[in-house]
């Protein structure tokens, strides 16, 4: 059967495609409809810390679904309540409070809905380079005009800074900024990591200002970066932390974790599936598997390893290796599109970050042995 024709014959077409039909995951791999293998450098957009099909979740998804698969959060559920719990126990001192939905878009319109709800300004201030979504809330408080333009008017009152710049945030700020928001790790957009010392001087801009801080921790959580929330590194406390891809491990699910003191009148936000029991099943093995397993400790020591392999090469191709745990992005002198095609012709699939960037989101678990062959794939098409 060739799907990829059937798949190309009905999609609407806007996302687009490498030309493999991937078929079946285990771990750190993937294997295409020919039988072909990748190390997966991809992971669903860092949808999969916990690697592919792991036992455990896959055991608690089966046995969630032959119990309840669906119970909308009008009723109370035993397999929510639980997850609420775990996922509690993880989260930064004084942000108990969640709101469960089921994708970081979605976690990210709940965020600005809290903020302007809760403090009764309108301004949002997002970064130069952010990426936070696609509906119109998060694509408004998203940089680049190329995933916006053709959508405008945008939502009002969001403007964008210069990453890493405390004075440019200062001078913005406004009697009517009710949220600062920002990826800590910029993703999407570059692989660009914030310095601790700005990081901390907006969390003092926003106590001193009165203005809530929003991490966007949909890319950056659990465990990508080296610890279970990025935030954590950088010594702050967002009052305002976005979540979603690797939370259930694949199963589509978000959440908004949210100071304690935070609140919105009832019914002014909702939702059908969020926290959904099968979602909650799956979220709370793959936290599970995620403590157990270590693997944020083990992606900060593979990303270390990672990275040190990848700056030994000497290609004068290579303007910088940069990354956190095991987000990393390789940026290129020259466009990197042809460069990806050709990892994935040597078994590797990975990400684009913009133009000139290779961005590699691998299952933490990647062993050093796996690593070594995407180091020796980048050597060899790069020399
Ligand atoms: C940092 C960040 N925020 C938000 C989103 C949007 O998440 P979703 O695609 O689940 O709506 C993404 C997706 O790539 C992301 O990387």
Redesign the pocket.
Known sequence: MDYISLEQAYDFGVIPKKGLCIVKGKGTKVWDDKGKEYIDCMSG???MNAGHCHPAIVQAIRAQSEKLIHAYGGLYNDTRALYFEKLASVTPEGMKKIFFCN??????EGALKIARGVSGKTEIIAMQN??????FG?MSATWNSKYTKLFEPLVPGFKHVPFNDIAALTEAVTENTAAIIL?LV???GGVHIATKEYAQAIRKLCNEKNILLIV?????GFGRCGSMFVCMQYGITPDIM?L??SIANGI?M?AIVCKDYLKLPPKTHGTTFGGNPLAAAAAFATLDVIQHEKLAEKARAAGDYFRSQLKAISSSKIREVRGLGLLTGIELTEPAGTYLDKLIDAGILCLLAGDNILRFLPPLAISKEEIDLVVQAMRNILH
């Open positions: 957009v860092s949808s994708s970081g878009t979605e976690s990210i952010a990426f936070h979504g696609r509906t998060s990826e910029q993703g999407e966007d921790e949909i890319q950056t976005c979603a891809k589509p978000g």
